[in-house]
Structures are given as C-alpha cells and as structure tokens.
C-alpha cells in the first residue's frame, strides 16, 4: 500500500487495491476494546442486483459503521441476504417458461435445487458489487435466510409460537394472487385507482312484484351473493328489510339486512354481500351468519358452485356473460363510468383476489402492545422521530398476520397431517412421533406451504448471531445498535423484528430505526424500467458506453414501442453514454443527498462535482507532499509561535471535528457532507494551502518553513481521518503516503482513531481576524474580476483605520496578503488619497484604496457599466409589469409564472452587483 502516489487520480485501480488490503488483512472483523456496536444490513434480495436505494442505505451504514470501528468500539456490521420467497421463485419460473418448462415439470425438489443454483450466481454477484461499494462488512460472517442454522432459528420460532398459541391455522379471507397462486399480504397488495364500471341490478322481492336496485363494481361475484344490504336509517328502504330477494340468474333466495356500514350515498344505497370474495362483505357475513360461498378455482375461473353455463370460465369473461344474460333478462338497468381502487399483485401485477382458503396465522394482538410500549418508553427511538407515529398507526390497526405461502422456495411449514386431518408441529417428523407417540405405519403429510419471506427476516438481529442458542455474539451484539432502512418496508420488516425481538429475547432488536428516504431521478420521479430512468450504480463508478447502457435498459420488454421510447429518452439524457466516476464520488453523493425528506433525487451534475472534490483532495496531498517530503518537518509546534492562517486553520479544523461528530451522531449525513467539503475545498485547499505557499516559498527560516510544514501535514491527515468514513477509498491511499511523515504505527487509517475536539486550539479571535484578511483579499480580487484587469498584473493597495489595535494586529501578516491578493505594495495611510484614479472598498473598520491608475479606462468604465444599468433595469420593468398583471399570474403556467420570477430575482441581483462596480469607481 506504502507506494509513491501517481500524478493523476484513477480512482478504479486505487479501490480494487484498497479493498484487498483491508480484506486481507480482516479488517472488517470486530476488534476494538470499546462498547459493542452492531449493525445488521437488512439482506438483499438474491434476486439479481443491488439498485441505487442499496448503494445509498450501504453507504450510509458504512459510513456508521467506519466512524464507530474508528472511535475504538467493538463494531460489527452483520452481512447476509433474503431468500426471497415470491420474487426468487418467478425469476426461476421465467428462466423455465423460456426453455418450455414449468416448475410443474420439474418437481418440487428439482425446482429448489435449481433455484439454490441460481442462488449461488446471484448472491455471489450482490456480495461483489457491495464490495464495490466498500462496504466493511464482517464477510465471514456472512448469513442467508435459508442457510441451516438460521432454518433451525425459524423452524423452533414457528414451534414455540404454536405452543404458546399464537400460531393457529384457519380458513379465512385472504389476498389471494390468481398468477402466482398463493396468499399474499395486506402490504404486498398496491391499491391504485383505475377507470372502472357501477352496474345497477335489479334483485326481484319475493312475493311482490317489487324490486331492490344494487350497485356493484363486481357483478361476476354475483352468484355468491348470501344477501343484499341497506341502511337501517335508511327510509327508502326499511320496509324492506328482513324480505327477500331473489338472486338473479340463480334459483336461491337471499335475505335483504340492515348494516350501520353501508354508505346511503353509495350507488342506489343498496349492495349486494358475497363473504366469501369481499374483506367488508366477509366481517359483515360474520355479524350476520350468513353462509359463505366460494365461487373461484385457485387460477380465478368459476368453479362448481355456480351455475352450469358459467362452470369453468375466468372471471372476466364470466363478467361479461352474467351482465349480458341481465341484460337480455331487462335486470341490468344501468351502467356508469366510476373511478375505483384496484388492488394487485406487487410481483405479479395481477388483480388481487378476496379468497376463502385454509392458511396459517400469527397472533399479532398479544405481540404488538409491547413494540408500542418499546417506542413509547424510550427504548426505540425513531429517526426521523415523526415516523414512530406512522409506526404506532399500523400496530394499533394490526390484524392477524397470513405467514403461509403457496410456494416451493423456502422454509416449508413444519406441520404434518395424519389421514384424518389432524395437525402435528414439531422440529420433524422424528420430533413429531416422538412427541405424540405416532407409530411408523401411520402415514404423516407435512404441509407443501412455505413460511412467508419476513417471517424469517423477522428473526434476523438474533437468528444471525446464533439464536436459539446462547452463543458469545449474541450476548455481545444484542440489541444491535441501530437499524438504517426505507420507510416502504417499515411494517414488512421493522415492527416484525420489534415484535419478534421483544417475544423471544425479551430486549428490542436494535435502539435506534434511522427511516431514509427513497432515491428518485433527477426529476423527482420513481426509478423503474418501464420509465427508462433506472441506474446502476456500478455503471456510475466505472462508466458505461451508451449502446451498452440502452441494451440494459431495454432488456426484457415485452412492448417494441417501449423499448424504443426508453432508447430514445436514453440517448438525449447520455449522448456520450456515464462517464466513470469512481466509488468515493458515488458515496460522497448519496452522503451529502442524505436529508431527512421522504424523497431523494439524485442528479448526476452533483455526481460530477464530488469527482472533482476528489480531484482537488488528491492535487493538495500530492502539493504537501512536494513540499514536505524530505524536508526538515519540526517535531511539534508552539501555537502561539505560528502565523494568523496557520492557527486559522487549525482552529477551523477542530470546529470542523466538532460538527462533524455532532452530525454523526445525530444521522444528519447532509450536514456532516457540507461541513466537510466546505473545509476541505474552501479552507484547507483554498486558504490554508495558499497562506502556506506565502511562507514556504518566501525567505523566512527554515524553522518557520519546518512548522508551516507540520501544521499542513497535521491538519490534512485529520482531515483525511475525518473523511475516510465517507470516501474510505482514496483516504486510504492519500493517508499511506503521509503516514511516514508522522512516524505512525497503525497499518491501516481504518486503524486510525477518530479525531477528537481540542478546545486549546479553538480560537475564535484568530478566526474574526483571519477573516477579516481574508474580506480584504476578496475585496481586491472582487475589484480586479470586476475591472477586467488581467491577473498578472499586480496592484498597489492602502489601507486606512482609526483603530490602532486593529492596525497592530494585521501589521505582522501585511506580506503574506501581498501574494494572495497579488499586491506590488501594501501599506497604511493615515488620510484619504486626493488622485482620482483609486477605487474604495469599504469594511468595517478599514477603508481600502485601490490605485487603478494605467489599468482602466475609468470613463470608458463607467459608461459601460452605465448602459448595463439601463438594460437591466429595463429588464427589471418588464417582469415586474408582467407579474403585476393578475392576468398572467393566474392564467399562465405555474412553471412559466415561477421562471419569470427567477429572472426578476437574477436581474434585481446583478443589478446590485453592477450598482457596487460603479460607487468603487473614483469620480
């Protein structure tokens, strides 16, 4: 690692290097004598690879996880991925169906040994883009969902859970997916509103010749009908109610009920009720015993239970039969267009089925008050803290939780069957005879469901240090500290593992839940591939060509037109395809986007700068280096013997260390970005590194030089030390070659302690000082931009004060501001100069003379900045004419309408700014 650094900054092979040594040398394994910490990296899916949400949560987490291991504490970050039920099993299911096959043709143990194989490609590439990233997990460590002993850890979960009665099975209401055939969850389930129909019906009343109107959305779930509903209270019908009617296109009499939940201003205030196939019309069918009936097949076509002429066909097209044949019957008396919420499928995209069907449950009643108590008491606390009432929402509203899954991928339920249906749990069929003293000649059938994905993941701060059984990680590591995830899977995942953690540990899973924000493009939009905006954020570490980058994303679509949409807005955004920014840039990105907003965008122009802020760090080691590099280095300095810069900036750098540890600690990584690239750019590289140049290349001695030389190579390792959490990778590199000039003894700047505040090198006189030279520099470099005067000319300054204090401290540092300011004198006046050729700047106590004589044209001067005057201020009048007309402030376009009010704001600024030129002039 200790080699001479290279005069360019290629990020690709310096990573690659990095991540070997560190590798290598386990340096991600926990080692520190602090207090533990631990983070658990919520697994990824295996199905493919990590997108652009899981760089920008992997940075935030190594970042944590960097600065912890740094401040000497006992740092874990647990890695591992998610088997991933559903979505695993479809991508193997696609690979299938384009050889012409099916799971079907398989059988169940060829598809899941063909899904472990598919496995190991997938989760072999994820671990290698994470590595990319540079993420300090504790790869040995490494865990899978399905792997055997967290399997153990789920199946005695499951067992326990049964025996305390919180596991049951029942046939209940379920989201069924007709596509995927299995029961999904409540939160699988996305719910968008679509253009749809209310068909009005008429249902016959027994006995007269009157009839009851329904409104429906769902005419095919007529044939399940068990009854209409109305209002009590409402007039229109209550001497209706308790008749009946009489199901049309079915021979079977249905009762007419009274129910508070109907909606009077629904419809014709009349709906029909099928239990079986509706969440609302199941719980009011259970309030009024009425019978269910199951219309469906498993694959959403009508089954046995309806009549004949309908037996066999899918629910579509059974729709349009049954509102046919009403029609031809003069039943279907009206259609209207209606806007409704459509749930689907989140894998499959399907419409999701309200189906009557045997699954197993988890009690989540006695399970939820204590994940609440756990927030409410302290114990947890959410960042940002508002997302603990989103949390507390869904745990007061929790229902039963569906844990079974109609799949073959994953931890089949570990229940078996005798042939009289009787229910046996245990660890195995071994365990399950034992127990309940079953002889070997009677036939036991373990259940063919699966355990829902999350329900495993639920388990995952414990099960991966070695639960159930009491190992030394798990005492040293539970409860982690602190969880960093998405606010998308806030119920799927973290108030599970609450839940779960508090049941079987008795502790919380973790003491902190940092919620992040999702990434979005640059327009703010969701990143998906139907959009064509997705990235992946290797392709913006190494830079990918823009044919290779349309093929990826086009890959895969069905719709010709799509594919060539996504090509067209592909080439507009990327004519010359990404260009490769390296890791750190990448990192440094997602850390400064890091806010507390729901939503993230994430342009690639910010991208490009943090490239350059890498640049700019690499040129000033490689400027330090030159000059301190066999060069006499003092073994230390007396603070008081330094320059007005130097002390700047080392009392900048410990404000610097302050803030950034305040940031850290408060998860506000946007924050401790700025505060870090402000330093480092405009600070250390601009100011501290130019006030150095003024004493290394002036005739001071050698004692001085070796001084100025120690505070640079101090100030800029802490510096490299402070950013090394964020940009692990050219820190590393950067730090190795300063590492001989401090004599240091850790291999690694991973090894390195995190700086800590020193408050006797603070000073904010010296900072007000020191920024009052730096105003005068301004002022002057200000002048010289503004008169075009070309930048190798020098320029002769006076100042002038009345506060002889003020004049006695600047006199010391009167030669280091000649060169930054590129002066040929400096000096002190005691009265305003008579010549007119000198332009004045005014601050604060100190009145700057500027001599421009033989520089400008000052009349030629001031004409043009005259007639930039009257063009702005023309400019000026036209929009505010045009913002004063209500006419066009309301009609026009909101975009239009805020563009013209960014003008006035750009022209009312430069207008000030060509005010400012013209009072300096001389008269």
């Not at 940002?384 to 509203?397: I, K, M, R, S």
């Not at 729901?598 to 330090?624: M, P, T, V």
């Not at 006030?691 to 490299?720: C, G, H, N, P």
Request: proline content about 5%; charged content about 25%.
């Amino acid at each position: 690692m200790n080699e001479p650094l290279p005069a360019q900054y290629t990020p690709d092979t310096l990573e690659k290097d990095c991540y070997a040594f560190w590798e290598e040398q386990h340096y991600f394994s926990p080692q520190g004598q602090g207090k533990p910490y631990c983070i658990m990296l919520p697994p990824p899916n295996v199905t493919g690879s990590l997108h652009m949400g899981h760089g920008f949560q992997h940075t935030l987490m190594d970042i944590l996880t960097r600065y912890h291991r740094m401040q000497g504490d006992n740092t874990l970050w647990q890695p591992g991925t998610d088997h991933a039920g559903i979505s695993t099993q479809m991508v193997v299911e696609r690979q299938l169906l384009q050889k012409g096959q099916s799971r079907h043709d398989l059988g169940r143990d060829d598809f899941v040994e063909a899904i472990w194989q598919w496995k190991e490609i997938s989760g072999s590439r994820i671990t290698e883009q994470m590595r990319v990233m540079g993420n300090s997990c504790d790869w040995p460590r490494e865990r899978f969902t399905l792997d055997e002993g967290l399997s153990a850890a789920v199946n005695k979960a499951f067992t326990t859970l049964y025996e305390q009665g919180l596991i049951y099975r029942a046939k209940r209401l379920v989201n069924w997916d007709p596509k995927l055939l299995t029961a999904i969850s409540d939160l699988e389930v996305l719910s968008e509103e679509e253009d749809g129909f209310l068909w009005h019906i008429r249902y016959p009343i027994v006995g007269c010749d009157d009839v009851l109107t329904v409104a429906t959305t769902r005419p095919e779930t007529l044939l399940g009908d068990t009854a209409a509903a109305v209002h009590p209270k409402d007039t229109r019908y209550q001497h209706l109610i308790g008749k009946k009617i009489t199901l049309p296109l079915c021979a079977r009499e249905i009762p007419i009920i009274a129910d508070d939940s109907i909606d009077m201003a629904f419809g014709s205030g009349a709906v029909k009720i099928t239990p079986a196939h509706d969440f609302n019309d199941y719980d009011m069918g259970l309030r009024h015993n009425l019978p269910t009936i199951n219309l469906f097949t498993p694959d959403a076509h009508l089954n046995e239970e309806v009549p004949e002429a309908y037996r066999g066909l899918d629910r579509f097209f059974a729709r349009e039969k049954i509102l046919n044949d009403l029609k031809a019957l003069g039943l279907l008396i009206k259609t209207e267009p209606h806007r409704l919420n459509i749930p689907r499928g989140d894998r499959s995209g399907v419409i999701i089925e309200p189906y009557l069907t045997d699954q197993w449950f988890v009690t989540m009643s006695s399970l939820a008050k204590p994940a609440v108590d756990a927030v409410k008491k302290g114990k947890i606390r959410f960042v940002p803290e508002n997302w603990q009432n989103t949390y507390f929402q869904w745990l007061d509203n929790i229902h039963d939780w569906c844990i079974s899954r109609q799949l073959w991928w994953g931890h089949r339920i570990p229940a078996w069957y005798d042939n009289e249906g009787h229910i046996f749990v245990g660890k195995d069929e071994a365990a399950v005879r034992a127990q309940h003293k079953i002889e070997d000649d009677v036939v036991l059938t373990q259940d063919n469901d699966v355990l829902d994905t999350w329900f495993s993941s639920a388990l995952w701060p414990f099960s991966t240090l070695g639960w159930p059984e009491k190992t030394v990680d798990l005492n040293t590591f539970y409860p982690t500290s602190v969880l960093v995830t998405g606010f998308d899977i806030l119920f799927f995942w973290v108030a599970r593992m609450v839940m779960m953690g508090l049941h079987f540990m008795d502790e919380v899973p973790f003491k902190t839940v940092y919620i992040t924000g999702l990434i979005r493009d640059h327009e703010g939009q969701k990143m998906s591939k139907t959009k064509g905006n997705v990235l992946d954020p290797l392709d913006l570490i190494y830079g990918i060509d823009l044919n290779t980058l349309i093929e990826k994303r086009v890959v895969g679509l069905m719709q010709p037109q799509m594919a060539e949409r996504i090509a067209t807005v592909t080439r507009e955004q990327f004519p010359d395809g990404i260009a490769a920014f390296g890791t750190d840039a990448l990192r440094f990105t997602f850390c400064a986007l890091a806010s507390t907003g729901r939503n993230i965008r994430f342009d690639l122009a910010r991208l490009s700068g943090y490239r350059n802020f890498c640049n700019k760090l690499w040129n000033a080691a490689r400027f330090i280096l030159l000059h301190t590099v066999d060069k006499p280095i003092a073994k230390n300095y007396d603070i008081q013997a330094l320059s007005l810069g130097e002390r700047w900036l080392l009392s900048r750098l410990q404000n610097t260390i302050k803030l950034s540890k305040e940031h850290l600690d408060s998860y506000r990584f946007d924050l401790l970005a700025q505060q870090l690239y402000e330093f480092s750019w405009d600070e250390c590289c601009d100011w501290g590194l130019e006030w150095a140049k003024t004493i290394l290349q002036s005739d001071v001695s050698e004692d001085k030089k070796a001084q100025t030389r120690t505070v640079l190579i101090y100030s800029f390792e802490t510096l490299l030390r402070l950013l090394h959490p964020i940009i692990p990778f050219i820190t590393e590199t950067l730090w190795q070659s300063f590492k001989p000039l401090l004599a240091l003894a850790e291999p690694s700047l991973m090894l390195r302690a995190y700086p800590q505040y020193n408050a006797d090198l603070h000073d904010e006189n010296t900072e007000e000082l020191f920024a009052l030279v730096q105003t005068i520099i301004v002022a002057v470099r200000n002048t010289r931009a503004e008169m075009n005067i070309a930048p190798g000319k020098t320029l002769a300054l006076s100042l002038m004060t009345k506060n002889s204090t003020l004049r006695a401290r600047l006199n010391p540092y009167l030669e280091n501001l000649k060169p930054l300011a590129r002066l040929s004198t400096l000096n002190w006046t005691d009265t305003a100069p008579l010549q007119p050729q000198f332009a004045t700047v005014e601050i604060k106590d100190i009145t700057c003379f500027i001599d421009l004589a033989g520089l400008i044209d000052i009349a030629a001067e001031k004409d043009r900045l005259n007639k930039e005057k009257i063009k702005l201020e023309q400019e000026i009048a036209k929009c505010c004419t045009k913002l004063e007309n209500p006419q066009f402030v309301d009609r026009a376009p909101a975009a239009v309408v805020e563009q013209e009010k960014a003008r006035l704001a750009e022209f009312s600024v430069t207008l000030e700014k060509v005010r400012a030129q013209w009072a300096r002039l001389p008269d």
